[in-house]
T-cell receptor
Framework: DAGVTQSPTHLIKTRGQHVTLRCSPI?????VSWYQQVLGQGPQFIFQ???????GRGNFPDRFSARQFPNYSSELNVNALLLGDSALYLC??????????????FGQGTRLTVV | AQSVTQLGSHVSVSEGALVLLRCNYS??????LFWYVQYPNQGLQLLLK??????LVKGINGFEAEFKKSETSFHLTKPSAHMSDAAEYFC????????????FGSGTRLLVRP
């Protein structure tokens, strides 16, 4: 079975541009979460979506937005990119969004570099 | 609010030696605790988790961790380090409610000397 897939794997953008990152969860998983991992730090929670609805939001500015599609894939959008947005963006899928003892499976991440 | 502190950003051990990675948490509610491993240029892989029940948890690759409520700790151990264990390790905590928000520590890089 395919794991969590993210695209693209690497991306270089210029300050002020917009970026869209994509995630396909494991088949049958209905919950997708997004995390930002800045170099040398642990991942920080951005969003959780379950059944196409936002279930949680971390402490990120409104430039960050996301959505989940009927097939449970998800997009993370970041507007007006700043140098500080350079990071590894991780997507995690889990079987059930409301059960915290369900394992979250992480994708390989998208490495975003803002220049 | 919840938080995680990992003591030691880098830990170096010899191959065959005991591995001990420290994690302390803060939580106002009973926590669920996790250890993840991250190899270079890869995502996170779950090593083990504690939710309820037995406080000594065994995971993959010979790792285990013990939940000690009185010490608010969840240290990760492995009796004998292998070269393949060299990676970044993250401790994480979450609440037992309807959200699945993992709060991660800053990570510990494990170096294994031949």
């Amino acid at each position: 079975d395919a794991g969590v897939t993210q695209s693209p794997t690497h991306l270089i953008k210029t300050r002020g541009q917009h970026v869209t990152l994509r995630c396909s969860p494991i088949s049958g998983h209905k919950s997708v979460s997004w995390y930002q991992q800045v170099l040398g730090q642990g991942p920080q929670f951005i969003f959780q979506y379950y059944e196409k609805e936002e279930r949680g939001r971390g402490n990120f500015p409104d430039r960050f937005s996301a959505r989940q599609f009927p097939n449970y894939s998800s997009e993370l959008n970041v507007n007006a990119l700043l140098l500080g947005d350079s990071a590894l963006y991780l997507c995690a899928s889990s079987l059930i969004g409301g059960e915290t003892n369900t394992e979250a499976f992480f994708g390989q991440g998208t490495r975003l570099t803002v220049v | 609010a919840q938080s995680v502190t990992q003591l030691g950003s880098h830990v170096s051990v010899s191959e065959g030696a005991l591995v001990l990675l420290r994690c302390n948490y803060s939580s106002s509610v009973p926590p669920y605790l996790f250890w993840y491993v991250q190899y270079p240029n890869q995502g996170l892989q779950l090593l083990l988790k504690y939710t309820t029940g037995a406080t000594l948890v065994k995971g993959i690759n010979g790792f285990e961790a013990e939940f000690k409520k009185s010490e608010t700790s969840f240290h990760l151990t492995k009796p004998s380090a292998h070269m393949s264990d060299a990676a970044e390790y993250f401790c994480a905590v979450t609440r037992g409610d309807s959200s699945y928000k993992l709060i991660f520590g800053s990570g510990t890089r494990l170096l294994v000397r031949p």
